[in-house]
T-cell receptor, first 111, second 114 residues
Framework: DAKTTQPNSMESNEEEPVHLPCNHS???????IHWYRQLPSQGPEYVIH???SNVNNRMASLAIAEDRKSSTLILHRATLRDAAVYYCILRPFSGTYKYIFGTGTRLKVLA | DAGVTQSPTHLIKTRGQQVTLRCSPKSGHDTVSWYQQALGQGPQFIFQ???????QRGNFPDRFSGHQFPNYSSELNVNALLLGDSALYLCASSLNRGGTYEQYFGPGTRLTVT
């Protein structure tokens, strides 16, 4: 199972952009990169996913390195409600149905 | 549209007992996965059910078993409870199709074993 590495914690000021990095040097060609976040006392929620190209949605942007060995989740304007644990997960296109979560990055947003 | 629901919210059991946790998937979803999340850790995959059968299993002992019903709801059963089984148990539902399906997680059941 391919593994991801994330910083344990990060801090950001409210209303500022946040860049959450993820290293996945053993990624294979068919692995999708998923990001989930878990707010306090809740189950994880989907944020964004991508394969090779950068992706944008209403919640965030995902920037994927050209060699795909790393990616960055970008929150354009952090709010207090974005304080959560963010998980970067690799999921093969086929052959497995499980998500392998690491310990994630705990994001603290300062008012 | 109701999301994933789980019951009960909290549960306290004694070592050696058995427990059953329940999950109703998001409307339209046919696949249910179960995860165990210990305090301060990321969720760990237990197993996934599709078409009423266990499709894939993580590294959990046979004390952990499950079931999926024709309406796609699911149960997680844990026998002979150990103190180490204390955790948040998460259910996630998805729609079976190839590729990048996303999983929708419920709020979890907090199990405490004393």
């Amino acid at each position: 199972d391919a593994k991801t590495t994330q910083p344990n914690s990060m801090e950001s000021n409210e209303e500022e952009p946040v860049h959450l990095p993820c290293n996945h040097s053993t990624i294979s060609g068919t692995d999708y990169i998923h990001w989930y976040r878990q707010l306090p006392s809740q189950g994880p929620e989907y944020v964004i996913h991508g394969l090779t190209s950068n992706v944008n949605n209403r919640m965030a942007s995902l920037a994927i390195a050209e060699d795909r060995k790393s990616s960055t989740l970008i929150l354009h304007r952090a709010t207090l409600r974005d304080a959560a644990v963010y998980y970067c997960i690799l999921r093969p296109f086929s052959g497995t149905y499980k998500y392998i979560f690491g310990t994630g990055t705990r994001l603290k947003v300062l008012a | 549209d109701a999301g994933v629901t789980q019951s009960p919210t909290h549960l306290i059991k004694t070592r050696g007992q058995q427990v059953t946790l329940r999950c109703s998937p998001k409307s339209g979803h046919d696949t249910v996965s179960w995860y165990q999340q210990a305090l301060g850790q990321g969720p760990q995959f237990i197993f996934q059910y599709y078409e009423e059968e266990e499709r894939q299993r993580g590294n959990f002992p046979d004390r952990f078993s499950g079931h999926q019903f024709p309406n796609y709801s699911s149960e997680l059963n844990v026998n002979a409870l150990l103190l180490g089984d204390s955790a948040l148990y998460l259910c996630a539902s998805s729609l079976n199709r190839g590729g990048t399906y996303e999983q929708y997680f419920g709020p979890g059941t907090r199990l405490t074993v004393t």
